[in-house]
Every structure is written in structure tokens, then in C-alpha cells.
């Protein structure tokens, strides 16, 4: 529940932001901290979003994305995702565990819509478009600017880790309990799955036509994607 902040010329602590939570309802996921102009956006085990100020840490605001009333795990645990926008005031989006997926603006966190579907993970920007993982294998494809769903697609099975788009590619890389999963981002069907005994749950890292990720059995895998028959093949 808290957030540091430290001096980039020499390590030296700059400032610590704390809010209390209660440790018996935690899912113990991990919210990243997400930097917008002179303010910095991060998500708490509480239930609450906020906003500080990148100097000091001072409470610019705070929002509640909880939904006690759905579940007891209040966990905001994916990292806060800016929304850029062509009047230039931009969106933040951040999902808490109970309350599903909210887009709100940086400026004062003004609640603009939510997306009510527990469990969801961090949202991927695909032009117009927001893919979102649910930890039960279901992916959401959601309008951005209004957060309404344009399809969701039942997955093989419960997943584990992070969505990672490859645009160039128009593909989708889903981590699971059972390996690797290689989606048509046009349509969410399987095109192909890297079977391991351990699976995986790191978030993998794309760079053209590679793919990098490190299994649940602290395996490293490297994948060079290419093309046969117009279809990809690891």
C-alpha cells in the first residue's frame, strides 16, 4: 500500500506515500506507477486510485474503484494506463479486482465509464479499441471512448499473466497455466499454443517479429515468428 519515490541522480529517498489497507482481504497483486506530466497515477490494495504530485508526493486526488458489495478483494492491481487524446486532456484507465475496469480523467479523476467485470487485468490500446484479459479466460474487446463491449471470446482456460499485443502483426500473446497462447487479434481465435508443463505468467516482451518471456519454471524463451501459408508459426 505504499509508493517511492527516489532521486534519479543519486538514489536518495524523495518521498513515501502510504495509505492504510486491510490485510485480510488482499488478492496481493502488484499496481506499477504510471507517470502523466508533473503528476504520477498508481493503483492500491484498498480499493483507491491516485494521483500525486511527481515532486512531492502530495494527494492530488483519489478515487474508489472498489465494489465491496460484488467482492471482498478491493486490490486496484494493474498498472494505470494513460488514454491519449485528440483534445489533448487524456484519460487514465486502471481495474480493480471487484469493481472491473474504469477510464477516468488524469486531470481531477472524474469517473467518464466503467467496464463492471471482476477479475480484469491491465487494458492493451489497439487503435480505437481496448483488449482486456479476465483471470477466468474470457477476453473483452471493449470501445475505448465509451467503454462499451464490441465481443468477448471464451479462452482455453484461465489465464495468468498480462496481454501482450503485437501490432505489426495483428496478433495477441496470452500467457496461461498451460504455456503460451498465439491469438488473431482481429477475432480472439487460437492460432496456435506453446505447451510447458509449467506455464506461464510473466508478461513476454515483442520486438518485430521476436517474442521473450520467462516461464513459471524459470525457463527463458525466445520465439522468432514467422509466416507460412499466411498463417504464423512459432
Request: charged share 20%.
Amino acid at each position: 500500500g505504499s509508493l517511492v519515490a527516489l532521486s534519479r541522480r543519486d538514489g536518495q529517498l524523495a518521498w513515501t506515500y502510504k495509505q492504510p489497507v486491510q490485510r485480510d482481504f488482499l488478492v496481493s497483486g502488484q499496481s506499477g506507477a504510471a507517470v502523466v506530466d508533473d503528476l504520477v497515477l498508481c493503483g492500491l490494495p484498498n480499493g483507491k486510485l491516485v494521483a500525486l504530485g511527481a515532486r512531492d508526493g502530495g494527494l492530488t486526488w483519489e478515487a474508489a474503484l472498489d465494489k465491496p458489495d460484488r467482492s471482498p478483494y478491493a486490490d486496484v492491481d494493474t498498472t494505470p494506463v494513460v488514454l491519449p487524446r485528440p483534445d489533448g486532456k487524456p484519460w487514465v484507465l486502471a481495474a480493480s479486482h471487484s469493481g472491473g475496469l474504469y477510464a477516468l480523467t488524469v486531470a481531477a479523476g472524474a469517473v467518464v465509464w466503467q467496464y463492471p467485470v471482476s477479475g480484469l487485468g491491465p487494458p492493451v490500446l489497439d487503435g480505437d479499441r481496448l483488449l482486456v484479459l479476465a483471470t477466468d479466460g474470457e477476453l473483452h474487446v471493449l470501445a475505448a471512448a465509451t467503454g462499451k463491449p464490441l465481443w468477448v471470446r471464451k479462452l482455453t482456460g484461465p489465464v495468468q499473466g498480462e496481454l501482450t499485443l503485437i501490432a505489426e502483426q495483428r496478433l495477441l500473446v496470452v500467457p496461461t497455466e498451460q504455456g503460451l497462447d498465439l491469438l488473431d487479434a482481429a477475432n480472439g481465435l487460437l492460432l496456435q499454443r506453446r505447451a510447458t508443463e509449467t506455464g506461464f505468467a510473466a508478461a513476454p516482451v515483442a520486438a518485430g517479429d521476436w517474442l521473450w518471456t520467462v516461464s513459471n519454471g524459470g525457463v527463458a524463451y525466445g520465439f522468432a515468428l514467422r509466416r507460412a501459408n499466411t498463417l504464423p508459426i512459432w
